[in-house]
């Protein structure tokens, strides 16, 4: 049974950056490819960014292009996502995913979901 959890989520202004983790357990870790995705209240899930199983392929919303980084480390079976130059509409629940196919921006690709961390970026 795989799962996930989130951390590193918080109170951040706005410019500023935050990493958040996620580390998977129950399977091997380098079998998956993982994603990020985000929720706003009263918003859709909306992805953020995926990475192939061995991290050489990465795959980004637009919007996080060139502010949001994601990387992996399989050998400590974690996922990050480190955000910089925040704004407010970042603010959202940020969840990570696991999959087996691609890591592209179809949520229906991610079998597993972790609980979620969330991210507040005051002005």
């Known amino acids: 049974q795989v799962q996930l959890v989130e951390s590193g989520g918080g109170v951040v202004q706005a410019g500023g950056s935050l990493r958040t983790s996620c580390v998977l357990s129950?399977?091997?870790?380098?079998?998956?490819?993982m994603g990020w995705f985000r929720q706003a209240p009263g918003k859709e899930r909306e992805f953020v960014a995926g990475i192939s199983r061995t991290g050489t392929g990465v795959n980004y919303v637009e919007g996080a292009r060139g502010r949001f980084t994601i990387s992996r480390d399989n050998a400590k079976k974690t996922v990050y996502l480190h955000m910089n130059n925040l704004t407010p509409t970042d603010t959202a629940v940020y969840y990570c995913?696991?999959?087996?196919?691609?890591?592209?921006?179809?949520?229906?690709?991610?079998?597993?979901w972790g609980q979620g961390t969330q991210v507040t970026v005051s002005s």
């Open positions: 995913a696991a999959g087996v196919t691609t890591y592209g921006s179809d949520p229906l690709q991610y079998a597993y």
């Open positions: 129950g399977r091997t870790f380098g079998d998956y490819v």
